[in-house]
């Protein structure tokens, strides 16, 4: 089964999820990305994509971008409203023999693929993470589009039961929906933690430290309003009124970091501690003894599964799709409303009465579930059973 999926773009810790898919696939699983969208920071990226992937990878430099801020055609820019002209797209699709094909979303490259999948008698399947909270705000007209773009999709890709509901709400029958998952690079964390020499931890973990009985909490992604970052902080200065020798680490940057800097800096035990190198970030996982992520929107924060597979207890919000799989109430964490100070309050407080040790361990067994291994062998199961579907009908 030659199986060929159409993503415009990727990060890092998706080769080692396509490398397995394509030892399941006996070599048959090729990647089509756009080498418009690594640009600056990403542009390493591309040659460990080749690396990874070899004859499998196949960039491709023929999309074109409209700026809808700009209004100008150019290169990808992270983070703003784009539509994608994927012209070639077609030939290179073509030119693969794909007897499968797998695309990203509803939008960009998707309805290329699906006239593409139609016209060629090819099973198309979709890659979808968005949830109901996600998508609170999707138009009727929206919902309309999708539901008639299902008629072409054979099945869908999803990451874990919050986007099952999305997707069925809205009509999709819930046999074509099949849960994959989204891994992070655990192996890679847990070789690197293994690595450290326990007095450079032990030293780290002084540097924030501020009394025996004291908890190091760690927020690591951006620093920004949908994060929940500026609830958290607020949230601190109460919290340390009662626990006194806790600290709070934030590792990243993004718009609200400055203003929290400004605002908070003083707050005993908070550190703001800026952008941190993807390399290094697994010291502060190891130092750690709670991981929090109190986003107000996430499809399925990969940060999450990240601290958990570093033997982290977890504490996210009600608002990230991953918690329903991942987070275990009294287990290995706890689950809050961070737009309820008391609940985000109650969350930090929580991790002061139970043993975080046995939730360290409950941790890395939960995530074992959905790492690379696991979410890649559940793939490819969906696809060969979405095929069987289709040639039974």
């Not at 089964?1 to 415009?8: A, E, F, H, L, S």
């Not at 004859?55 to 539509?83: C, I, K, M, V």
Request: aromatic share 12%; hydrophobic share 40%.
């Amino acid at each position: 089964m030659r199986v060929v999926y159409c993503n415009p773009s990727f990060w890092e810790y998706r080769l080692p999820f396509y490398a397995e898919l394509n030892r399941l696939f006996g070599g048959e699983f090729h990647v089509v990305y756009s080498t418009k969208r690594y640009q600056g920071a990403h542009a390493d990226l591309l040659p460990r994509i080749k690396e990874v992937l070899a004859d499998n990878a196949h960039p491709w430099d023929g999309e074109l971008l409209y700026d809808h801020a700009t209004h100008t055609f150019g290169g990808f820019t992270e983070g703003r409203g784009q539509t994608s002209f994927p012209f070639g797209l077609w030939k290179r699709m073509a030119s693969l023999r794909p007897e499968v094909l797998i695309t990203e979303g509803f939008l960009q490259w998707t309805p290329l693929v699906q006239l593409y999948g139609w016209l060629h008698r090819v099973p198309v399947f979709i890659g979808y993470e968005k949830t109901l909270w996600t998508e609170r705000h999707n138009s009727a007209l929206k919902t309309a589009k999708r539901r008639l773009q299902d008629h072409l999709v054979a099945g869908y890709l999803v990451n874990g039961s919050e986007t099952r509901k999305y997707l069925t709400s809205i009509g999709i029958a819930p046999d074509k929906v099949y849960t994959g998952g989204m891994s992070a690079d655990s192996t890679g964390l847990r070789r690197d933690i293994a690595a450290l020499d326990a007095a450079e931890v032990e030293a780290m973990k002084r540097r924030y430290l501020r009394g025996s009985d004291g908890l190091v909490y760690l927020f690591s992604g951006r620093v920004e309003q949908l994060k929940g970052a500026p609830h958290l902080v607020e949230a601190w200065q109460r919290h340390v009124e009662h626990h006194s020798h806790d600290s709070l680490v934030l590792i990243g940057m993004g718009d609200c970091y400055d203003d929290l800097k400004r605002r908070f800096g003083h707050v005993a035990g908070l550190h703001l501690e800026g952008r941190v190198p993807y390399v290094e970030v697994h010291k502060y996982y190891a130092m750690a003894d709670v991981f929090i992520l109190p986003t107000l929107q996430d499809n399925w924060s990969l940060v999450v599964p990240e601290a958990m597979a570093c033997g982290l207890p977890v504490a996210t919000s009600i608002y990230n799709g991953c918690h329903p799989e991942l987070v275990h109430e009294g287990v290995n964490g706890t689950v809050f409303d961070p737009l309820q100070p008391s609940s985000l309050l109650a969350a930090l407080d929580y991790f002061h009465h139970v043993d975080l040790r046995a939730h360290g361990r409950a941790s890395v067994a939960l995530e074992r579930e959905w790492d690379t291994a696991h979410c890649a062998r559940r793939q490819y199961e969906g696809i060969v059973a979405g095929c069987r579907r289709l040639q039974a009908r």
